[in-house]
């Protein structure tokens, strides 16, 4: 009889465990379905794809994507830039992928998002498991697994490490949420092997697991000061959380059998307690300075918050202040990404001081909690870390007030799912309206293709730092800044773009390549300018014939895309500086827009500027001022271009081109209309004798560099 029972109650634990599984697998499907939307909306579009698949959605993606090409097909050997399998994690399970599926590169880097990201669902459901309320974390998995900003950083087609982002630190945070609980130092265990492994999924995210452990250490040592376990479990942290200074992937090895070896010599010897919080004492000291965790987390938070240029030395303007994401944001936005809604997150924060006042344990999570807020700050890219407890909170509120006001366990169930599905409703309708387009169209990468057939792997191409990752994906050329590398150089890049000089541009574009790889791919800018000498002075001297240049090594091209003129004014910034005071040289005019209506003579643009053609007049606001030349040009499906070009006033002020193709208008100052990115690329206007124009298209232009 006894037997029977036995047997009845690990049936029943059973069929508990496969609902629990069947509810991750829901959960899963529900999120990587929802996640197709965007490939449903696009699936159809010809300009969209490459290689009869979808092309990503991210500038970034090209970065991993080229490691990935490298280590399956050899390319970008040449390129310093190029990171190996072993250097990021999401290299290497693509080149995984790549090999053991029959799946493309170009499949793999679109659809692995969904695949990644999706598996938050897991540790969210874990999470409320531990409370013996799986349905709880069911709820909370449908809602953080495509909450405004974690969908709109993993979807379908961001191939990025943020696949990890969330992911990741919510499976450390189970095992350590787990820990406090069951006491259990193996659970000690698969969080520090969590956390050796998360720097090579998500690198970024790295000052996150430094306070998860600061904060276990105390939250530990405040509740359980007097278990032997909690000064082992300590232990095992924070030897997980210091830095070896080894070889990849080595260290990874060597990391895991060290925590292996010395979780096995804790479990099997019965060490004093004093002498287990001595040796977890000195292991957080030491974690602390090897670690460098507080410059780490000072200068996360700096480079998020920095803006203007540079104080020291040459006045360098600084990238941050001119990147979306890195900007303070309306409570709003910060609302709508973190939960969907303004009444998401309200719901979410009385849910998360609740849920702390009945779970402990779930102050562990205010690292992500704290750098979800700081959001507000440091830019919107840092809500997606504290989606998934948000979705957990305001699901655990929906529980609570369930439990008080519902008798019923299945109308309590249809109130939260109710409920739910009221959160999830704001972030769906997001989701259909987020038509963001490939970073790239068919169009514009058979440009770099015919690029990468006249060109060598050790050859560089020159351009604004948004396209540093495609150029070396499409066209296995090197550039001088990328996504990850927009230091002081883009000073060197926004000279040349706006260089009214065609030899400064050719030997600016010379010297500044064969620097870079002569000085071991070092900031060409410190080896160019000195801050005794005034930066000039070699300005000028480049814009002579005569100026002596290094030897050639290889070729360097000028990429200048059609899509860039959006972001000219952009450029432009980073240039139009006097380096030994920072401050602006001068005004740039530069709008483009379409036109609005025309009325005779007069045309009226999208951005309200109003242009008189007959009297050669521009209203912008209340200001009127001459124009200068007013220019038509209709670029051909060949690559050549047609220009019609008209003197209005010889004091004209302002130049306006007519770009009839894309049907845009161009109102700008003259300087900026004898640029190189205008006469070479808008106009088709070029110096023979120094470029060679190799590529053609109305998408963009690629100058060879002569000299």
């Not at 307690?273 to 030491?286: P, Y």
């Not at 200068?299 to 941050?320: D, P, Q, W």
């Not at 030349?629 to 302002?654: A, E």
């Amino acid at each position: 009889m006894k037997k029977n029972t036995n047997k009845k109650k690990l049936e029943l634990a059973q069929v508990t465990t496969n609902q629990m599984l069947g509810l991750m697998l829901l959960a899963y499907a529900f999120s990587f379905a929802i996640r197709l939307i965007w490939v449903f909306q696009f699936q159809g579009e010809a300009n969209y794809m490459w290689n009869n698949e979808l092309m990503i959605n991210t500038n970034d993606g090209y970065f991993f994507a080229s490691g990935a090409q490298q280590a399956l097909d050899g390319l970008h050997m040449e390129n310093p830039r190029v990171y190996g399998m072993w250097d990021y994690g999401v290299i290497f399970f693509t080149t995984l992928f790549v090999k053991i599926t029959p799946f493309s590169l170009e499949t793999v880097t679109l659809y692995m998002p969904s695949v990644i990201s999706s598996l938050v669902v897991i540790p969210i459901i874990l999470i409320a498991r531990l409370y013996k309320r799986t349905m709880w974390g069911f709820f909370g998995a449908l809602l953080g697994s495509i909450t405004w900003s974690y969908y709109n950083r993993t979807m379908t087609g961001y191939y990025d490490t943020d696949m990890f982002s969330a992911m990741a630190p919510m499976f450390i945070l189970f095992f350590l949420m787990k820990s406090t609980i069951d006491l259990n130092l193996r659970s000690a265990l698969y969080a520090s092997l969590a956390i050796v492994i998360y720097p090579f999924l998500y690198d970024q995210g790295l000052a996150i697991v430094y306070g998860m452990g600061i904060i276990y250490g105390l939250y530990m040592v405040w509740y359980y000061r007097d278990e032997s376990t909690t000064y082992a479990s300590l232990i095992l942290i924070f030897l997980a959380l210091m830095p070896l200074s080894l070889e990849k992937p080595y260290s990874y090895v060597v990391h895991f059998v060290i925590l292996i070896m010395v979780y096995l010599f804790l479990k099997s010897e019965k060490i004093e307690k004093e002498k287990l919080l001595i040796g977890s004492a000195i292991l957080f000291v030491l974690f602390l300075f090897l670690g460098n965790v507080f410059g780490l987390i000072w200068g996360k938070i700096f480079s998020y918050v920095v803006t203007g240029t540079s104080e020291e030395g040459l006045h360098f303007y600084a990238v941050n202040q001119t990147v979306r994401e890195a900007g303070q944001i309306p409570f709003e936005t910060f609302a709508n990404r973190i939960s969907g809604s303004t009444m998401g997150l309200l719901l979410a924060t009385i849910g998360y001081v609740v849920l702390v006042i009945s779970h402990r344990a779930f102050i562990l999570a205010l690292p992500l909690v704290g750098i979800g807020a700081f959001a507000l700050f440091g830019g919107l890219r840092f809500t997606v870390y504290a989606v998934p407890i948000a979705s957990l909170s305001a699901v655990y509120l929906f529980w609570v007030i369930a439990q008080i006001t519902i008798k019923e366990k299945l109308h309590q169930y249809l109130f939260i799912g109710i409920s739910t599905a009221g959160l999830i409703y704001p972030n769906i309708t997001h989701i259909i309206a987020y038509t963001v387009p490939t970073v790239f169209t068919k169009s514009e990468v058979k440009d770099l293709v015919k690029l990468n057939e006249i060109s060598n792997p050790k050859d560089y191409t020159l351009s604004w730092w948004d396209y540093g990752y495609p150029i070396w994906y499409y066209s296995d050329t090197s550039t001088l800044i990328d996504g990850g590398k927009h230091n002081n150089d883009n000073f060197i890049i926004s000279k040349i773009m706006f260089s009214t000089s065609p030899t400064q541009v050719a030997n600016f574009s010379r010297l500044a390549v064969e620097t870079y790889v002569d000085s071991n791919f070092s900031i060409v800018t410190d080896k160019l300018f000195s801050t005794k000498e005034n930066p000039e002075k070699l300005l000028t001297a480049l814009k002579s014939s005569d100026f002596k240049l290094p030897p050639k090594t290889r070729d360097v091209f000028l990429f200048m895309p059609y899509k860039m003129m959006r972001i000219f004014p952009t450029v432009g910034v980073f240039g139009n500086l006097d380096l030994q005071t920072g401050k602006r040289k001068r005004k740039i005019v530069f709008y483009p827009s379409s036109i609005s209506k025309q009325v005779g003579s007069t045309i009226q643009l999208q951005n309200g500027i109003v242009y008189d053609m007959a009297k050669g007049i521009v209203h912008i606001g209340s200001e009127t001022a001459k124009v200068n030349r007013f220019d038509i040009v209709d670029y051909q499906p060949n690559g050549k271009s047609i220009r019609k070009s008209d003197i209005n006033h010889m004091d004209g002020t302002l130049c306006i081109v007519f770009m009839r193709t894309y049907n845009s208008f161009v109102v700008m100052d003259k300087e900026t209309y004898n640029s190189a990115y205008v006469q070479m690329f808008m106009l088709d206007n070029h110096n023979k004798e120094l470029f060679d124009l190799v590529v053609s298209s109305p998408y963009g232009k690629i100058y060879r560099v002569k000299k």
